[in-house]
Nanobody, 121 residues
């Protein structure tokens, strides 16, 4: 059974940092593309970061480029998202997902359960 379990969300002040983790099981981490998707209340989900084969090439949306870093650890089968210089508009539920963003955005069954990130003073 494939499982994706996110953690690390919380309440942070603008300008602060958080590190999200996504522990995976049930498939070979490092052999599939992975991404992070977020969804704010009342808005469509958007991808924020993607990584080839868990540890390869990295890609970022314009909204987070230069502030967020995606990475993976094959030994721990874990995907990470380091988020720095957080802004109130980063507030959303963050999901890790299997697949590239084009595929994952249209297949919610590929997502984990999500972790809430709230950026507020």
């Amino acid at each position: 059974e494939v499982q994706l379990v996110e953690s690390g969300g919380g309440l942070v002040q603008p300008g602060g940092s958080l590190r999200l983790s996504c522990v995976t099981s049930g498939f070979t981490f490092g052999s599939v593309d992975m991404c992070w998707i977020r969804q704010a209340p009342g808005r469509e989900p958007e991808w924020v970061a993607a990584i080839d084969d868990g540890v390869g090439g990295k890609f970022y949306s314009d909204s987070v480029k230069g502030r967020f870093t995606i990475s993976g650890d094959i030994a721990k089968a874990t995907l990470y998202l380091q988020m720095n210089s957080l802004k109130p508009e980063d507030t959303a539920v963050y999901y890790c997902a299997r697949g590239d963003p084009t595929e994952a955005l249209h297949h919610r069954e590929l997502w984990g359960q999500g972790t809430q990130v709230t950026v507020s003073s």
